[in-house]
């Protein structure tokens, strides 16, 4: 027992070990999970500290500028200043800004600001501070932006001196009536001690050499500017600091650089000193990076102290896993030298067993060796037996008094598709013999086989049924023979052979005489088979069907006397002779489309196939035949239909195709109204101002024309109103009277309470006009007579209702008629056809008609045409007339526009649209901010939401359409003013611009009167 408990393995190092090293990842794992977890807070708060400081300087400078503004609006209001400015007197300008008082507003602390005087082409006039050479053009992106704006800028911007100067431009209208500049500039240096009292941390201001002269930085004498020299940094020289060196590393971190208005943070290592912080690109007007402000912190202290906090819970929680590990090793052990006891015990056992099975297997073994000398003989019997059985090529199985297998030959396990040895000992009927042929149960009460072992009979069956193990089955004749022992009945055995061969061939013969029946009468088509003289020697029931002749009428008859018209007679005596001689023809093996005669002698379309059938006799033929008359009748209403659809899809492109022309017609028309009416509200009395009037109102034409076109293509809607129709044909006829040659008589007839349509009428005009332009034409040969007729009537009729696709009810009846040449029937199916004229060229565009169709069926009605070659033609218009009118009356428009002082956003893609409505807001009195780009609109909008009052937007333009970006200003400022500005937009309808928030909807082009008064009702409704 010693000896096999020092044998025995010890389970305390493979289960400790494995623990050991569990505890220590485990601890590490956690001692890494608490220092990440510090490193991300102390992130995330450099990261808030860093925008927090980008928010400070940005607020200061926005301070400095307001400030600046302040001064620059005092000296502006001195007299004697705007006195000297207007005289370009430079000493006395240097006396109006040196005076007490003004002095100070313009020097502002230690000398750091500057203060410009510039004329409105940006050329210099004075400078408080410097010598400058008159007529020298300033540059500065902060005067660029308020010159184009016309508005106070401000803005950082580096100098060829390396000064980060704040620039505060304010356009002076008062000196001399000319527009001029006060620029006023201040060093950003000043707001850096603010800055770092402000944050608490150092700061640093930086900018890259590529913007700065080395010479003048090394020559300039201003203690507060170059607080650095040029080769401390490699890439950047400091324009401000607080501390006295630079830290080397930050050149590095420098380097890398931001992103466009990004904030980084940074944290690095300086010898045994450890820095945080955040560093911000600093930008120009023109967005272009001028350099760069750093806020940098000491933390060595905190570093220090998070590590030794690390240490200190790295101690404890070794020693607590030290505990740990000790009780579990004590405790694995204990359990290591109980188990070794145990096994000890459980050997003694085993071995004791051992000797009792030994003694068992040496009697096992003496039985077993004459178990198998009786085996030995036994087999061989069995073999002798079995040999037989495989000779005999019936299937024999013997069977007991229960009806169970007791032996099987292969033949017989080989039919039923078993193994022999699945068989033996299973119940016979219930395996092979269970049902009948029908899927029936077959009890074993009424078997044979079974009869036999009850009778002890021979049983002889010649038709049975016997199933596979697959569940098929399979004919058989078989004979059960009782097995008799010691006289008694022991059992039987049952020999069967399959006879599925023998009643296949029987099935076939009795199948093969009735196929050709089955097929040919359940036949949808005629099948037709004539012997060698011609005559009907099979007629099936679709035959019957398709010529009305029963089968009894058709047999013996001569086929093409009876199914084929008479004129084909001569063609199919020759053919069929061909045929009789040699079996071929012209039709053999083909399929042709005929006609064929019905009983009764109706003729009906038939699709005809021939074959040749050779016979003792001579040669047959088979014919089918197929009924076309639905498809012939398809085909007829397909090619309508298809007809129809490609005058549908004609219409569809020359309406897009005007709708796109008109659309982009607007933005010009636009432009060319606004400038008009600009000009208009400059010009005096006199030549050019009849002639800006006559362009206005050539304008006004054209936004008429581009409404039509785009009514015509189904885009835009013309404004509908109650219409008296006989005023306008009379204003109509009147004027063709005096273009029309004296040849041509003009007649007019009205009707009594013609009443009104609903209808536009500016169309309803067009109409007219080319209805009658073309009567015209039509006899400008010839002359003629021109009739206009107008009558109401009530259209109550269901066959004209149904022509046109009308409601019953009162319609206008208008009549063109002349007495021209007429049209004939061809082209009259092809005269509302966009393009189609049968004008010369120059003489018309084939649109006029197409337009008439769609100005008509626009307002409910419905147009006819009549017409006689040689006699004239008539246009027949139907108009629903209305039940009931109300009139009202069109306010009258205010001669001046009104006017505003608030804050606008101007954003279009156009750049003339954008500066033609910067001009008429402008006079109109509001403060404009125009942009080209929407998502600038946006980003503006979202840095600035309360400095503007109004926003002023085009829908269609690049990146983002006006309705998303109104979608994303709401969303910032939910209450804000919006007007939306389309030429059309099938997508952006002005339902869904008043459900998202949008105040107002106009189409373009839009005069000056109509935008002053949408911005009046816009700011009004928004109560801001």
């Not at 004329?119 to 501070?129: G, P, T, W």
């Not at 030995?376 to 299937?395: P, S, W, Y």
């Not at 006009?769 to 039509?778: G, K, P, S, V, W």
């Not at 503007?948 to 979608?967: Q, S």
Request: glycine share 8%.
């Amino acid at each position: 027992m010693v000896e096999m408990h020092k044998n025995r393995e010890s389970i305390t190092l493979s289960l400790v070990f494995p623990l050991a090293i569990a505890l220590v990842i485990s601890l590490a794992a956690s001692l890494y999970g608490m220092r990440w977890v510090q490193q991300q807070n102390t992130n995330q708060r450099v990261f808030d500290e860093a925008i927090r400081g980008q928010q400070l300087f940005r607020s200061l400078l926005d301070t400095q500028a307001k400030q600046l503004q302040k001064r620059i609006e005092i000296l502006q209001m001195d007299s004697e200043l705007q006195n000297a400015f207007r005289a370009r007197d430079t000493l006395r300008l240097q006396s109006a800004v040196s005076k007490p008082g003004a002095g100070s507003k313009v020097a502002g602390v230690a000398g750091k600001v500057q203060l410009f005087l510039v004329d409105i082409e940006k050329k210099f006039v004075f400078s408080a501070h410097n010598t400058v050479i008159a007529e020298e053009v300033l540059e500065r992106q902060t005067l660029r932006t308020a010159a184009r704006t016309h508005m106070v800028a401000h803005g950082l911007e580096l100098d060829k001196g390396g000064r980060l100067l704040l620039h505060v431009v304010v356009p002076w209208v008062k000196a001399g009536g000319n527009k001029s500049y006060v620029v006023m500039s201040q060093d950003i240096s000043l707001l850096v001690p603010s800055l770092k009292e402000l944050l608490g941390c150092e700061i640093f201001i930086t900018a890259k050499k590529t913007g700065i002269d080395q010479k003048r930085w090394e020559i300039s004498t201003d203690s507060l500017h170059n607080v650095g020299i040029w080769n401390e940094m490699e890439d950047c020289v400091v324009l401000a600091r607080t501390l006295p060196a630079v830290p080397g590393n930050l050149c590095a971190e420098l380097k890398e650089g931001t992103s466009h208005g990004y904030v980084r943070t940074i944290d690095f290592k300086e010898g045994t000193r450890h820095f945080r912080g955040g560093f911000v690109a600093l930008f120009n007007p023109a967005q272009q990076n001028i350099g760069t402000l750093v806020m940098l912190q000491d933390v060595t202290s905190e570093v220090v102290s998070l590590w030794a906090m690390a240490l200190y819970l790295g101690g404890v929680g070794l020693a607590i896993a030290l505990l740990v590990f000790l009780f579990f090793y004590f405790y694995i052990s204990r359990l290591d030298r109980r188990l070794a006891t145990d096994q000890a015990h459980l050997r003694e056992a085993i071995a004791d067993k051992d000797v009792a099975l030994s003694q068992t297997s040496t009697m096992l073994q003496h039985d077993i060796a004459r178990r198998e000398e009786v085996e030995r003989k036994f087999t061989r019997v069995c073999r002798q037996n079995q040999l037989i059985l495989d000779a005999i090529g019936e299937g024999i199985f013997g069977l007991d008094l229960k009806g169970n297998h007791t032996f099987v030959n292969p033949q017989a396990a080989r039919m039923l598709g078993y193994a022999p040895e699945e068989l033996v000992g299973q119940p016979s009927h219930a395996l092979w013999h269970h049902s009948h042929r029908d899927g029936t149960h077959f009890p074993d009460v009424e078997c044979p086989i079974y009869q036999t072992l009850r009778d002890g009979e021979v049983h002889h069956l010649e038709d049975d049924f016997f199933w596979r193990k697959d569940g098929s089955g399979f004919p058989v004749a078989y004979t059960s023979t009782p097995i008799h022992e010691d006289g008694r009945l022991a059992g039987a055995v049952v020999s069967f052979k399959n006879i599925s061969d023998k009643k296949k061939v029987m099935r076939d013969l009795v199948a093969s005489e009735n196929r050709y029946r089955a097929i040919a009468s359940a036949a949808q088509d005629a099948i037709i088979l004539m012997d060698d003289h011609g005559r009907i020697v099979y007629w099936n029931p679709a035959a019957e069907r398709i010529f009305g002749y029963t089968e009894k009428e058709a047999l013996g008859r001569d086929l093409h006397d009876l199914v084929m018209p008479a004129r084909f007679a001569l063609e199919m005596n020759t053919g069929m002779q061909r045929f009789w001689a040699s079996g071929s023809g012209d039709v053999i093996g083909k399929v042709l489309e005929m006609t064929a005669l019905r009983k009764g002698g109706s003729e009906f379309p038939v699709e005809l196939t021939v074959s040749s059938l050779r016979q003792d006799e001579g040669w047959w033929a088979v014919g089918i035949v197929r009924d076309i008359s639905e498809r012939e009748q398809e085909r007829a209403e397909r090619e309508n239909l298809q007809a129809q659809l490609r005058h549908s899809q004609k219409m569809e492109a020359i309406g897009t195709l005007a709708g796109g022309i008109a659309h982009d017609f607007n933005n010009i028309l636009a432009a060319i109204m606004g400038y008009t009416e600009l000009a208009l509200l400059e010009a005096e009395e006199g030549v050019l101002r009849d002639t800006l009037t006559e362009v206005r109102k050539a304008s006004g034409r054209a936004k008429d024309l581009v409404a039509h076109i785009l009514a015509f293509s189904r885009q835009g809607e013309m404004a509908k109103t109650p219409v008296n129709v006989a005023p306008i044909i009379k204003e109509t006829l009147k004027m063709l009277r005096a273009s029309l040659p004296t040849t041509i008589e003009i007649k007019q007839t009205m009707g009594q309470d013609l009443g009104k349509i609903h209808a536009d009428p500016t169309q309803i005009h067009q109409v007219l006009m080319n209805l009658c332009t073309n009567a015209a034409h039509a006899m400008r040969e010839t002359g003629g007579v021109l009739e206009v007729g107008l009558v109401q009537m009530r259209l109550e009729d269901e066959s004209i209702l149904g022509t046109f696709a009308l409601d019953p009810g009162n319609y206008l009846r208008l009549t063109v008629r002349d007495t021209g040449q007429g049209i004939e029937g061809l082209i009259l199916a092809r005269i509302f056809d966009p393009f189609f004229t049968t004008k010369n060229r120059g003489e018309g565009t084939g649109l006029g008609l197409s337009v008439v169709h769609g100005i008509v069926i626009s307002h409910g009605g419905a147009i006819d045409v009549q017409s006689v070659p040689g006699e004239g033609t008539s246009f027949i218009l139907y108009f629903p007339v209305l039940e009931s009118v109300s009139e009202t009356v069109a306010a009258a428009v205010v001669d001046a526009p009104p006017t505003g002082k608030e804050r606008v956003l101007l954003v279009d893609d156009e750049v003339a649209l954008i500066e033609m409505g910067e001009r008429i807001l402008v006079y109109l009195g509001y403060q404009v901010t125009s942009r080209t780009s929407s998502i600038e609109a946006l980003e503006l909008f979202r840095d600035q939401p309360d400095n503007f009052d109004l926003v002023i937007t085009d829908y269609t333009m690049p990146n983002m359409t006006g309705g998303e970006l109104a979608k994303h200003i709401l969303a910032i400022r939910p209450k804000m003013p919006i007007v939306l500005c389309t030429g059309f937009s099938e997508v952006f309808t002005e339902e869904r611009a008043l459900a998202l928030g949008i105040k107002g909807y106009v189409m373009k082009p839009i005069s000056i009167h109509d935008l002053a008064k949408i911005c009046r009702i816009v700011l009004e409704q928004s109560g801001e």
